[in-house]
């Protein structure tokens, strides 16, 4: 998993603090004052100097009617438990789904081999020969792989190789 940095611009050094204490529990994170960050955590005083899109959080000192239109911003309340406030950060840095360029970054060379095997249209039994490895090796590895990248189709395989430049369209055969 790659490490992420969350900048804080937040107004108060009190919650500031709080913020960090709540943060310091999160594997794979640093926090940081410096732009630009993977995620970014502002106050109403601070929101006009930040970005508005998906790596903007908006931290409040008052809960939000459900009524309020702030749909550009997701929102965390200094009144939410901790854990809430770190899933929101979690699932914030999770790669965007649409975005393939970042899909796949924590594979391995191994997995990557084992899709251009599926690609090619080996059996399971002809990539662990290829790879010298035994077919339950290629088992694990192709679950690691249906684990990590929410694909679980030779087809679906294929298309994310070619997009992610994994494999060139002219090498598929059809």
Do not use: W
């Not at 900048?7 to 999160?26: A, D, Y």
């Not at 930040?50 to 409040?60: E, K, Q, V």
């Not at 009144?79 to 970042?102: C, G, H, M, V």
């Amino acid at each position: 998993m790659r490490n992420h940095t969350i900048g804080l611009h937040l107004s108060s050094p009190i919650v500031t603090e709080g913020v960090k204490m709540v943060l310091r529990g999160m594997s794979g994170v640093t926090l940081t004052d410096k732009q630009p960050a993977d995620l970014t955590i502002v106050d109403t005083f601070t929101v006009g100097s930040a970005p508005h899109d998906r790596t903007t959080i908006l931290l409040t000192a008052t809960l939000i009617p459900d009524t309020a239109d702030i749909s550009h911003l997701t929102t965390i309340s200094i009144y939410e438990p901790a854990e809430t406030i770190r899933e929101k950060i979690r699932q914030l840095l999770q790669p965007n789904p649409t975005d393939s360029s970042s899909r796949g970054d924590d594979l391995t060379p191994r997995e990557k081999e084992v899709i251009l095997g599926i690609v090619k249209g080996l059996a399971n039994k002809e990539i662990a020969a290829e790879m010298n490895v035994s077919v339950n090796t290629i088992m694990t590895h192709r679950r690691n792989i249906a684990a990590k990248l929410q694909i679980h189709s030779p087809a679906g395989l294929t298309i994310f190789a070619i997009a992610t430049g994994l494999i060139k369209i002219d090498d598929v055969k059809l």
